[in-house]
């Protein structure tokens, strides 16, 4: 199944410029560097993955980029224009969608509901209507009821429609989350471990989906622990370590990058093991070592 849905590096918009790009952030809390001077450039029609051990500064890099928290320095730009001086809500408002590492839904609303949360904000943002995104119904025009009961359609959610989101596994809460995301109609996604929860078949599933996603257009930025999903769907990873970028590449050339494998292996954990044997599973030849060392874009 994942070889078969279209990948991002096959999109025909997968040439243009970044839709988000980030320039030296830096995030201080008291005397922690937890974010040292990151660049990132994440561009549409693909899935860019934004790995690291727990404590890197994943989180902290995305809170930074929607305005959740000031950064210490660094510019970010959306389509161009520079938003770093721009509330959280006006962030959302020019694009910037996101789900949570500690999943944000309403758990007593419906599926249902929840996603029309998303699209309800959106709405508040603006009378206009604009056109439906391509992921949806090619840019047709639809009522908010049908907007609805198509990202719901699309998520795999019919079933649980009128359920109450708190009774729900996991793995369809984070997918209502993504629904209200989606709702809001961004060009920037920014997904905070989109999959924890999620069993091995659904996690393939859920990386289908998000290619979808990406082949029409969307920008995508995926942290990630579940390093098959990321090596299977990522067109590039960025790697961040106590803070600090130590790869960039396509995930062919940061799997075999001995400072990502220390950097996993130091985190204490058998993740360096992971992304070899991930890397295998994605197909990735793992003894390519064309990656021309830290920090080196693609
Ligand atoms: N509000 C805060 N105040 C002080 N320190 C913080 C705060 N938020 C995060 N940190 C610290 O910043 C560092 C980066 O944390 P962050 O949550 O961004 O890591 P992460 O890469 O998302 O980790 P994980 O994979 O475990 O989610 C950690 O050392 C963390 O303890
Ligand atoms: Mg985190």
Same mark, same amino acid.
Request: glycine letters at 12%; hydrophobic letters at 45%; proline letters at 5%.
């Given at each position: 199944?994942?070889?078969?849905?279209?990948?991002?590096?096959?999109?025909?918009?997968?040439?243009?410029?970044?839709?988000?790009?980030?320039?030296?952030?830096?995030?201080?809390?008291?005397?922690?560097?937890?974010?040292?001077?990151?660049?990132?450039?994440? /561009?549409?029609?693909?899935?860019?993955?934004?790995?690291?051990?727990?404590?890197?500064?994943?989180?902290?890099?995305?809170?930074?980029?929607?305005?959740?928290?000031? /950064?210490?320095?660094?510019?970010?730009?959306?389509?161009?224009?520079?938003?770093?001086?721009?509330?959280?809500?006006?962030?959302?408002?020019?694009?910037? #969608?996101?789900?949570?590492?500690?999943?944000? %839904?309403?758990?007593?609303?419906?599926?249902?509901?929840?996603?029309?949360?998303?699209?309800?904000?959106?709405?508040?943002?603006?009378?206009?209507?604009?056109?439906?995104?391509?992921?949806?119904?090619?840019?047709?025009?639809?009522?908010?009821?049908?907007?609805?009961?198509?990202?719901?359609?699309?998520?795999?959610?019919? !079933?649980?429609?009128?359920?109450?989101?708190?009774?729900? /596994?996991?793995?369809?809460?984070?997918? %209502?989350?993504?629904?209200?995301?989606?709702?809001?109609?961004?060009? %920037?996604?920014?997904?905070?471990?989109?999959? $924890?929860?999620?069993? !091995?078949? !659904?996690?393939?599933?859920?990386?289908?989906?998000?290619?979808?996603?990406?082949? $029409?257009?969307?920008?995508?930025?995926?942290?990630?622990?579940?390093?098959?999903? %990321?090596?299977?769907?990522?067109?590039?990873?960025?790697?961040?370590?106590?803070?600090?970028?130590?790869?960039? #590449?396509?995930?062919?050339?940061?799997?075999?990058?001995?400072?990502?494998?220390?950097?996993?292996?130091?985190?204490?954990?058998?993740?360096?093991?992971?992304? !070899?044997?991930?890397?295998?599973?994605?197909?990735?030849?793992?003894?390519?070592?064309?990656?021309?060392?830290? #920090?080196? /874009?693609?």
């Amino acid at each position: 199944m994942s070889a078969s849905f279209p990948t991002a590096a096959a999109s025909p918009v997968a040439a243009a410029a970044p839709a988000l790009r980030v320039r030296d952030l830096s995030v201080r809390f008291g005397g922690h560097l937890a974010v040292s001077s990151v660049d990132l450039d994440v /561009p549409a029609g693909r899935i860019s993955g934004l790995i690291g051990p727990n404590g890197a500064g994943k989180t902290t890099t995305f809170n930074a980029i929607c305005g959740v928290i000031t /950064p210490t320095s660094g510019q970010v730009e959306l389509g161009g224009d520079d938003v770093s001086k721009l509330s959280t809500h006006q962030r959302a408002r020019r694009g910037i #969608g996101r789900t949570f590492q500690r999943l944000e %839904v309403f758990s007593s609303l419906s599926v249902r509901d929840n996603v029309r949360v998303g699209l309800e904000i959106r709405q508040s943002w603006s009378r206009r209507r604009a056109a439906a995104p391509q992921f949806l119904a090619g840019g047709a025009e639809l009522s908010a009821d049908d907007e609805v009961a198509l990202i719901i359609d699309r998520l795999g959610l019919v !079933e649980v429609a009128e359920v109450p989101v708190g009774s729900l /596994p996991t793995g369809q809460a984070r997918k %209502v989350e993504l629904g209200r995301a989606l709702a809001a109609r961004p060009s %920037v996604l920014l997904l905070d471990e989109p999959a $924890s929860g999620l069993d !091995e078949q !659904e996690s393939v599933e859920f990386g289908a989906l998000l290619g979808t996603l990406a082949a $029409s257009g969307l920008a995508i930025l995926l942290v990630e622990h579940d390093i098959a999903l %990321v090596m299977r769907v990522c067109s590039e990873l960025s790697v961040l370590n106590f803070g600090q970028l130590i790869a960039h #590449g396509t995930p062919e050339q940061v799997q075999s990058n001995a400072a990502v494998l220390d950097a996993y292996l130091g985190g204490g954990g058998n993740d360096a093991t992971a992304v !070899e044997r991930a890397a295998v599973d994605a197909g990735v030849n793992v003894s390519d070592t064309s990656w021309s060392g830290p #920090g080196a /874009p693609s």
